[in-house]
């Protein structure tokens, strides 16, 4: 995708670490027009598996998740970092490792929203090591859904989540692969 691409190198800023900065136009703000462009894409290029919902991970995956499901008429579920009140007590959770916090981040979801039989596409922002996309798998297993696809806007091929995603066995996609990130410089992948 060459309008992602060309926001990457224009406006993404590489910290160091393997991580890039791209928070001015997903991350805290979030450029609406390229999301659109973005979420047409992902709904082509998964228009023949029959999902049923789209699933993410709060926070920056909502947009790129939102515009996909627009674009194939399906509600979006997103992943709780932290429990509201409103939530029912029994509730889907798992722990993945966060690269930006340092940490590890629960990820919750009410049974009231992900149930069995659900036909989920999971769209992201990133594709790294690939761990909060397996805690998405997880909690969709965990509710008896099927995972019929995995998207994200970027990859960074070099972390090793694309490997790490094909025991789950779907079709993955990613607008944007990065093969690089050394000496400050973003370079994508042929």
Do not use: W
């Not at 995956?61 to 997103?78: D, E, F, M, Q, S």
């Not at 798992?94 to 919750?108: D, F, N, Q, Y």
């Not at 490997?163 to 992948?189: P, R, W």
């Amino acid at each position: 995708m060459e309008e992602l691409k060309a926001k990457i190198l224009k406006e993404g800023k590489v910290l160091g670490n393997g991580i890039l900065k791209v928070d001015s136009f997903i991350n805290h703000q979030v450029d609406p027009m390229l999301m659109d462009i973005c979420g047409k894409e992902f709904a082509r290029r998964f228009a023949g598996v029959g999902a049923t919902k789209v699933l993410t991970a709060e926070i920056s995956g909502i947009a790129p998740a939102l515009t996909t499901a627009i674009h194939l008429g399906l509600p979006v579920v997103y992943a709780r970092k932290t429990k509201p009140i409103t939530m029912p007590d029994q509730v889907y959770l798992t722990l993945a490792p966060s690269h930006t916090k340092g940490r590890m981040v629960e990820l919750i979801i009410s049974p009231e929203h992900l149930q069995k039989g659900e036909r989920v596409l999971i769209i992201d922002d990133f594709l790294a090591s690939g761990a909060t996309i397996l805690g998405l798998v997880r909690l969709a297993e965990t509710a008896g859904a099927e995972i019929v696809g995995i998207g994200a806007l970027i990859e960074k091929n070099f972390e090793g989540g694309r490997e790490a995603l094909k025991k789950v066995g779907v079709q993955v996609e990613s607008l944007a692969v990065i093969a690089s990130l050394d000496n400050d410089t973003i370079t994508f992948a042929e």
